[in-house]
């Protein structure tokens, strides 16, 4: 794998929604180039819908998303429930589907890349697990194998949604473990969480969402039990039925 290049990612006033009902209200500010930063907030409150517009997978309604450098390699996890486990697919496909940036969706994946493939999983703790399906694993040996899927992908910007949700006590240490190195490897990396314990244990940076932006900086700034409650407040206030909103000059 090649030394990841630095690249921030910079909203600029950005609202996104669906059916021009805004989930996420003008938010503006800079996942620094790598930096590592939990997405936190109440039910509702566009974590996901955020991701999924950094991954390019939503328009925003309004604004600007810019990257820190020319086409950087992103790669993004959504949240398990996502993921079809009924699908045929070997762990050893799943894991290769990582190249489909280098080599296109109708190309074979060379020895080199399943020699990766290979060690990817060794270091999830899944060695001898390519052939096995989808559907014979355990949520969080499925989870382990999307993240063998990321670290082939070798992306300057990671994107995970709700990662450690629902998964062994084991399975949730071994995969902050690998957070950890990308992180000290100088990627970009921005999860959406829910588990403020890991937050405030392994997540320098923190993004508050309430639909829009409560606080954004330093975790141990954010994480406070004021800016919590304002949180819960402005959730219990939005009406998700409302058009397009325009700033107040």
Known sequence: MTKPRASFVQLKDVTLGYDRHPAVHHVSGCFEAGSLTAVIGPNGAGK???LKAIAGTLKPLDGTIVMGTDSPRL???PQLAELDRDFPISVEDLVGTGFWRKIGSFRRYSSNDRLLIDETLEKVGLVGFNKRLLGTLS???LQRVLFARLMVQDAEIILIDEPF???DTKTVSDLIGL???WHH???TIIAVLHDMSLVAEFFPDCLLLARECVAWGATSHILTPDHLAKARTMIEANDPHADTCERAA
Do not use: D, M
């Open 48 to 50: 996901s819908t955020l």
């Open 75 to 77: 790669a993004y996890l």
């Open 139 to 141: 949520g969080g040996q």
């Open 165 to 167: 949700a629902a998964i």
């Open 179 to 181: 957070v950890q190195h």
């Open 185 to 187: 490897e100088g990627r």
